[in-house]
């Protein structure tokens, strides 16, 4: 475990590591991808890992990673040329609710008009954290202000289960 750490910190040279609060939602591999290191080599750097609690404080690597082979945001995606990026559908508030389940994924949501099988991108407009769901239910019902209802997968990844409710950003991204 000590050769481990010692490793990891030899990696990271100079970059140092800054504190940070966890916060719900947050993973290992969220929080790598974010810093731009491996799973393994930010768990080394935390001495070995193990459950993430929302108020513990973990050691991210300062910006650029230092010499860790930094991993991609996203897997490469090949587009054609003429086929235009996706855009905002929608800005509104986003309101979780336990969700209607589905076979396919537990990140699910209602929207009033979307047809169902709609896959949307959902967008924390505060922390930018993103998350794809499923329109499988309609609602939310009563405040024109919310847009979406989300299941609690789904407000958890996007780290506003302690808010209630979140301002966001809507983005289809395919229909059925």
């Known amino acids: 475990m ?28 969220s ?26 404080t973990v050691q991210l690597p300062a910006s650029g990673g230092g010499a860790v082979a930094a991993i991609p945001a996203r897997p490469a995606t090949v587009r054609a040329m003429s ?42 407009a505060r922390t930018g954290r993103s998350v794809d769901v499923l329109i499988n239910d309609r609602g939310p019902f009563g405040n024109g202000a919310r847009i979406i209802d989300l299941s609690n997968e789904a407000a958890a990844a996007l780290g506003m289960l302690s808010e209630g409710v979140a301002p966001v950003t809507l983005t289809v991204l395919s229909r059925p």
């Open 31 to 56: 929080l790598a991808r974010r810093s731009g290191v491996s799973v393994a080599a930010l768990q080394a750097l935390n001495g070995g890992g193990g459950l993430l609690r929302a108020g513990a």
């Open 2 to 29: 000590r050769a481990a750490l010692l490793l990891a910190c030899a990696l990271l040279g100079a970059a140092g590591a800054t504190p940070y609060r966890v916060q719900p939602g947050d993973t290992w591999w």
């Open 83 to 124: 086929a235009p990026a996706p855009s905002v559908f929608q800005r509104g508030q986003a309101v979780y609710y336990g969700g209607r389940r589905d076979s396919r994924t537990v990140m699910t949501a209602a929207h009033l008009t979307l047809p169902f099988g709609t896959w949307v991108r959902v967008t924390h």
